[in-house]
């Protein structure tokens, strides 16, 4: 883990998405965060040491589906697929699609060909918040809140675009394992890959920082809101008796059945014509039940 030290930066950005605003001041205690996404192999030895399910190979209960034919309640994740061409980018729909049987092992579904065995140091993907809490506490870390990761991600440039500063490509070098092409049907790899890649293939930030934007997104534990909460309003709803546990920079837990937490990063599927999220300020809202083959995790701690 990487040491990261206290201070206040400006979190948030008026540049790019609504949901990303107001910029606002935010201060932080000092505390420890993994260099990188957690990998197959980490997750691995995870699964081996407990036998834990994840929630993606868990079975269905059809009560949590009326009407739906049971034979069609099988296990499984969001599995990305490219199109034949150009698509109408406001239907997500489009490069979706329900993978039965995909799990972190095999994220893409048991019958594709790239088992995670032959990717150990790619970052573990099909994994939901809570598997993600799960190998947190088991590794004796927790995960970040999101001011924590996007404290991180710059790698004290506060107020840069991106966590190496506001050029994307300093000297024409690629910094970020991100879409390459035209979503969501050419992509002609970021260094080679196509997908995930091996963490730490791209370059560090300050503080010594791997993949903390691009490659995959990242779980966060606070719960998401259109816009950024003042940290006072955050505090007032803690004084109004609300649980300190469901709070964080972005504010109070929703009343939604399944809460949707932050998450952070982007990930290799963004593309600038698309999802210009591979940026520290980025943020994006996930279901805590959901397992996908672009969100992974990292770890953090208490100084």
Not at 89 to 97: F, I, T
Not at 159 to 166: K, N, P, Q
Not at 193 to 206: K, R
Not at 223 to 236: C, G, K, M, S, V
Request: include cysteine.
């Amino acid at each position: 883990m990487v040491p990261i030290p206290a201070g206040s930066f400006r979190m948030g950005s008026a540049e790019f998405y609504p949901d990303e605003q107001p910029v606002h001041e935010r201060t932080v205690d000092a505390f420890l965060i993994d260099a990188h996404p957690v990998t197959n192999e980490q997750f691995a030895a995870f699964v081996d040491d407990t036998g834990y399910v994840t929630v993606a190979e868990r079975p269905l209960d059809p009560a949590d589906f009326p009407g739906a034919d049971p034979a069609d309640l099988v296990p499984g994740g969001m599995v990305f697929t490219p199109t034949a061409g150009p698509v109408d980018l406001r239907d997500w729909r489009q490069w979706w699609r329900w993978g039965a049987g995909a799990y972190w092992r095999f994220p893409f579904g048991r019958e594709a060909f790239d088992a995670v065995v032959s990717r150990p140091a790619h970052p573990v993907v099909q994994v939901s918040f809570e598997d993600a809490s799960a190998y947190a506490a088991w590794a004796g870390r927790r995960l970040p809140t999101e001011v924590e990761f996007e404290y991180a991600a710059r790698g004290g440039l506060d107020g840069a675009r991106f966590s190496w500063g506001d050029d994307e490509r300093p000297d024409g070098a690629l910094m970020v394992n991100r879409w390459q092409g035209s979503f969501p049907y050419s992509n002609t790899g970021a260094s080679g890959f196509v997908g995930t890649s091996p963490v730490m293939t791209f370059p560090a930030n300050g503080y010594g920082l791997f993949d903390t934007t691009g490659n995959v997104w990242e779980w966060t534990t606070d719960y998401y809101t259109p816009r950024h909460l003042p940290p006072d309003a955050a505090a007032a709803a803690v004084d109004a008796g609300a649980r300190p546990s469901l709070l964080g920079p972005a504010g109070a837990e929703p009343g939604s059945a399944t809460p949707r937490r932050v998450l952070k990063g982007g990930s290799h599927l963004c593309s600038p014509d698309y999802c210009l999220r591979y940026r520290p300020a980025a943020r994006s809202p996930e279901s805590e039940d959901s397992a996908t083959t672009h969100i992974g995790f990292r770890c953090a701690a208490d100084a």
